[in-house]
C-alpha cells in the first residue's frame, strides 16, 4: 500500500458525458500528478499540483482539467468524454514539488466509456 | 529529449533464477533520476528502486539492484533469486532534474515466471 488513495476504483460511462476521478495523496506529501495509461499510448504524464499550484503540464487534452484543494486531495475532471478517453487513470503523490522526488502511485481508477 | 528505451516486450524466467529487464535512456540534463515500477495484473504501479545520476553506487534493494552504467546510459534492472510473484509488468522511468516534473516512462517489459 502506497499510501495514495483514489476513487472510484471503476467507472463506467457513456460518451459525452463527463467525470470526476477523485486522489488525496500520502501523509506530508505536496505535490499530486495524473497519469494516463491506456494501451495504444502507454504511460502519459498529464498534469502536476503542487501545494495548490500547477507545476507543469504535460499531454493533458483541453477537455481534462485538474485541481489541488488546500487539504492538497485533487480531482481530475473529464469532460465531452470519447471511446478513446477509455484507459487506467492513476494519481501520484511526492514530497516535494520539484528536484528527483520519487513519485508513490495510487491504485488507479479504471475508466470505461462506452 | 529526454526518452527510455525498453527493449524487450517479453521474457520468460525459471523460478529460482536471476533475470535482468534491460532500459536505456537519453538525456541531456547531467542531473536525473531512474526509477523502476512494478505493475503486477492487478493493475497498481509499485515502486521498486530509485538511481540518481550524481548516484557513485548502484542502488540496491532487497533482492533488487540497478546496474548502473552511465557513460552507456543503461540502467537495467536485476532481479536475484526470482519468484512467481515477480511475475509482472516492469517499467523504466526517467525524470530530469531541470524539468523535474516530467516522468516519462518505457514501454515496458512483461516478466513471466516459470514454476
Known amino acids: 500500500d502506497s499510501g495514495v488513495t483514489q476513487t472510484p476504483k471503476h467507472l463506467i460511462t457513456a460518451t459525452g458525458q463527463r467525470v470526476t476521478l477523485r486522489c488525496s495523496p500520502r501523509?506530508?506529501?505536496?505535490?499530486v500528478y495524473w497519469y494516463q495509461q491506456s494501451l495504444d499510448q502507454g504511460l502519459q504524464f498529464l498534469i502536476q499540483y503542487y501545494n495548490g499550484e500547477e507545476r507543469a503540464k504535460g499531454n493533458i487534452l483541453e477537455r481534462f482539467s485538474a485541481q489541488q484543494f488546500p487539504d492538497l486531495h485533487s480531482e481530475l475532471n473529464l469532460s465531452s468524454l470519447e471511446l478513446g478517453d477509455s484507459a487506467l487513470y492513476f494519481c501520484?503523490?511526492?514530497?516535494?514539488?520539484?528536484?528527483?522526488?520519487?513519485?508513490?502511485f495510487g491504485p488507479g481508477t479504471r475508466l470505461t466509456v462506452l | 529529449a529526454q526518452k527510455i528505451t525498453q527493449t524487450q516486450p517479453g521474457m520468460f524466467v525459471q523460478e529460482k533464477e536471476a533475470v535482468t529487464l534491460d532500459c536505456t535512456y537519453d538525456t541531456s540534463d547531467p542531473s536525473y533520476g531512474l526509477f523502476w515500477y512494478k505493475q503486477p495484473s492487478s493493475g497498481e504501479m509499485i515502486f521498486l528502486i530509485y538511481?540518481?545520476?550524481?548516484?557513485?553506487q548502484n542502488a540496491t534493494e532487497g533482492r533488487y539492484s540497478l546496474n548502473f552504467q552511465k557513460a552507456r546510459k543503461s540502467a537495467n534492472l536485476v532481479i536475484s533469486a526470482s519468484q512467481l510473484g515477480d511475475s509482472a509488468m516492469y517499467f523504466c522511468?526517467?525524470?530530469?532534474?531541470?524539468?523535474?516534473?516530467?516522468?516519462?516512462f518505457g514501454s515496458g517489459t512483461r516478466l513471466s515466471i516459470r514454476p
Open positions: 538511481q540518481g545520476s550524481y548516484d557513485q
Open positions: 501520484a503523490s511526492s514530497r516535494g514539488g520539484a528536484g528527483l522526488d520519487t513519485q508513490y
Open positions: 522511468a526517467m525524470r530530469e532534474g531541470s524539468s523535474a516534473s516530467k516522468i516519462i
Open positions: 501523509s506530508g506529501d505536496l505535490s
